[in-house]
């Protein structure tokens, strides 16, 4: 008896240290992978593709990257000629030609490292190359059911995320990007990273006074989150009849919740009431005290009207979470 | 104080309607006759209410017995006629609230039609999914590309 207690416990010293390992190993993968998102310097071509309306519409991107901040350059594909850069918590996009200024998008910088841990597993899928290098796959497994997943390819050398696929909570591939090519050696130059003068400042993060002086009324707080889920901050943004609508985004590490509110002076705005022109969209769906006015494979659209002021959420979760978000609005 | 000529005619015009179909109380019946007499607007205006009154009467159908005792019932029922009184009738008495109502209701109308011409702004779902996909794209290890393309697509479409 003795000698199977001892045998036991031989097996579980030299046996359970590889499981928990493994799992540290893709943690620690995962860490290192966050750290160098705001380290690496390189420059390479990425090949990317989303799922629009069943399609798969593809584009080529030249990226740059210099120490978290990051310069796209779409090359091919519906958004040929566009520049997007991240830089010092903010996202501009420079459109190609057709308009004179662009649209801006200044956010907080946060660490969501704790919070993806929290609500997803990262777990080692093997081994790939990528680019002509060998990459760790890691799949990111939701804790919460519902909720979309990723897979990523981190770079062996220097941890740098080469190639993400990303999959909706229905379990659909609904976006592929990755580096064709890649050059660690290249030094992108600053000016690549610079926000040209006629960028207006279109949105951007802000506190509870300054969305209340600028919306005209004070934004309704949703009193029900899906679990993981935690408020990131007040956005506004103007509409075409110059009045602006406040975006409150939920992260959960790894997607994002949007809860759009807005007095619906613009045609097309998602008014319930008569008098304020037409929807955005024909209901494709019912639910008590909400209406599906959209259904994307990357979210889905809800929208319901609390007094005067017209609600949207968006996001890739279950109906039921959305509605429970805009239920409890009410 | 003695009230004006122009400021009497104003109070006895808006009354000449209660006048023409007895309504006015005593004092103010020799009120308004006293200011007829010697007022001759004033007496032409009571004149033309009372034409269009007879007009309106002649222009009744003789063959509509029906007509004529329901008018004869309520006239039985209600001494006081003037608060039953039709709306042509009411019309034909309130000469001046019945081109203000008009126009205002001409005014009115325009307005609706023309505000249901003008185009206001547009704003459609995608200038909510855009928003949304750049709001992701701030996120770690969002895949900023295709979340930029998408983002892209969808304020093509707005």
């Given at each position: 008896m003795r000698k199977i207690i001892v045998c036991a416990l031989i097996f579980t010293i030299f046996a359970a240290p590889k499981s928990v390992l493994a799992a540290m190993s893709a943690r620690e993968i995962v860490e290192r992978a966050y750290a160098s998102e705001k380290n690496a310097t390189?420059?390479?071509?990425?090949?990317?593709?989303?799922?629009?309306?069943?399609?798969?519409?593809?584009?080529?991107?030249?990226?740059?990257?210099?120490?978290?901040?990051?310069?796209?350059?779409?090359?091919?594909?519906?958004?040929?000629?566009?520049?997007?850069?991240?830089?010092?918590?903010?996202?501009?996009?420079?459109?190609?030609?057709?308009?004179?200024?662009?649209?801006?998008?200044?956010?907080?910088?946060?660490?969501?490292?704790?919070?993806?841990?929290?609500?997803?597993?990262?777990?080692?899928?093997?081994?790939?190359?990528?680019?002509?290098?060998?990459?760790?796959?890691?799949?990111?497994?939701?804790?919460?059911?519902?909720?979309?997943?990723?897979?990523?390819?981190?770079?062996?050398?220097?941890?740098?995320?080469?190639?993400?696929?990303?999959?909706?909570?229905?379990?659909?591939?609904?976006?592929?990007?990755?580096?064709?090519?890649?050059?660690?050696?290249?030094?992108?130059?600053?000016?690549?990273?610079?926000?040209?003068?006629?960028?207006?400042?279109?949105?951007?993060?802000?506190?509870?006074?300054?969305?209340?002086?600028?919306?005209?009324?004070?934004?309704?707080?949703?009193?029900?989150?899906?679990?993981?889920?935690?408020?990131?901050?007040?956005?506004?943004?103007?509409?075409?009849?110059?009045?602006?609508?406040?975006?409150?985004?939920?992260?959960?590490?790894?997607?994002?919740?949007?809860?759009?509110?807005?007095?619906?002076?613009?045609?097309?705005?998602?008014?319930?009431?008569?008098?304020?022109?037409?929807?955005?969209?024909?209901?494709?769906?019912?639910?008590?005290?909400?209406?599906?006015?959209?259904?994307?494979?990357?979210?889905?659209?809800?929208?319901?009207?609390?007094?005067?002021?017209?609600?949207?959420?968006?996001?890739?979760?279950?109906?039921?979470?959305?509605?429970?978000?805009?239920?409890?609005?009410? | 104080m003695k009230k004006s000529s122009h400021e009497n005619c104003a109070e006895i015009v808006g009354r000449l309607a209660d006048y023409s179909v007895g309504k006015t109380s005593t004092r103010l019946r020799r009120k308004i006759e006293d200011h007829i007499a010697s007022c001759p607007n004033c007496s032409r205006e009571l004149e033309v209410l009372i034409r269009t009154a007879t007009l309106i009467e002649e222009n009744i159908p003789a063959d509509a017995p029906d007509l004529w005792n329901a008018i004869a019932s309520r006239l039985q029922t209600k001494p006081t006629h003037l608060k039953t009184a039709s709306p042509i009738l009411w019309l034909a008495r309130h000469k001046l609230h019945s081109v203000a109502t008009g126009v205002v209701v001409l005014i009115t109308l325009g307005a609706l039609i023309f505000s249901n011409t003008q185009k206001a702004p547009e704003i459609g779902s995608s200038t909510y999914f855009s928003h949304h996909a750049t709001m992701s794209l701030a996120e770690p290890f969002a895949d900023k590309a295709a979340l930029g393309l998408l983002s892209l697509i969808e304020s093509k479409q707005e």
């Amino acid at each position: 008896m003795r000698k199977i207690i001892v045998c036991a416990l031989i097996f579980t010293i030299f046996a359970a240290p590889k499981s928990v390992l493994a799992a540290m190993s893709a943690r620690e993968i995962v860490e290192r992978a966050y750290a160098s998102e705001k380290n690496a310097t390189f420059q390479g071509v990425m090949l990317t593709s989303v799922l629009v309306n069943s399609k798969l519409v593809s584009a080529k991107v030249k990226v740059y990257r210099s120490h978290g901040k990051t310069r796209m350059e779409y090359l091919t594909g519906p958004a040929a000629g566009t520049v997007i850069i991240e830089n010092n918590n903010s996202v501009i996009t420079i459109p190609a030609k057709e308009t004179p200024q662009g649209t801006y998008l200044q956010y907080k910088a946060s660490n969501h490292l704790d919070q993806l841990l929290e609500n997803y597993t990262p777990k080692l899928a093997g081994s790939q190359s990528i680019a002509s290098r060998n990459c760790y796959v890691i799949k990111l497994e939701p804790r919460f059911s519902g909720n979309p997943t990723s897979k990523i390819w981190v770079d062996k050398g220097n941890y740098v995320i080469l190639k993400i696929d990303r999959y909706a909570s229905n379990g659909k591939l609904v976006s592929l990007s990755q580096y064709a090519n890649i050059d660690f050696s290249a030094r992108p130059p600053d000016s690549l990273f610079s926000v040209p003068a006629n960028t207006g400042k279109l949105s951007a993060r802000k506190s509870l006074e300054e969305v209340h002086k600028e919306v005209g009324f004070m934004p309704l707080k949703p009193k029900y989150t899906p679990k993981g889920y935690s408020f990131e901050g007040y956005y506004t943004k103007a509409m075409p009849c110059g009045l602006s609508f406040v975006a409150l985004k939920y992260v959960n590490g790894l997607n994002t919740i949007s809860v759009f509110e807005s007095k619906c002076p613009c045609r097309g705005a998602p008014c319930v009431s008569k008098g304020h022109g037409r929807r955005i969209g024909k209901c494709g769906g019912r639910v008590p005290g909400a209406c599906m006015l959209a259904d994307r494979p990357q979210a889905r659209m809800f929208c319901s009207k609390v007094g005067d002021i017209a609600i949207v959420v968006v996001g890739d979760a279950p109906t039921s979470e959305l509605v429970k978000i805009i239920e409890s609005l009410k | 104080m003695k009230k004006s000529s122009h400021e009497n005619c104003a109070e006895i015009v808006g009354r000449l309607a209660d006048y023409s179909v007895g309504k006015t109380s005593t004092r103010l019946r020799r009120k308004i006759e006293d200011h007829i007499a010697s007022c001759p607007n004033c007496s032409r205006e009571l004149e033309v209410l009372i034409r269009t009154a007879t007009l309106i009467e002649e222009n009744i159908p003789a063959d509509a017995p029906d007509l004529w005792n329901a008018i004869a019932s309520r006239l039985q029922t209600k001494p006081t006629h003037l608060k039953t009184a039709s709306p042509i009738l009411w019309l034909a008495r309130h000469k001046l609230h019945s081109v203000a109502t008009g126009v205002v209701v001409l005014i009115t109308l325009g307005a609706l039609i023309f505000s249901n011409t003008q185009k206001a702004p547009e704003i459609g779902s995608s200038t909510y999914f855009s928003h949304h996909a750049t709001m992701s794209l701030a996120e770690p290890f969002a895949d900023k590309a295709a979340l930029g393309l998408l983002s892209l697509i969808e304020s093509k479409q707005e």
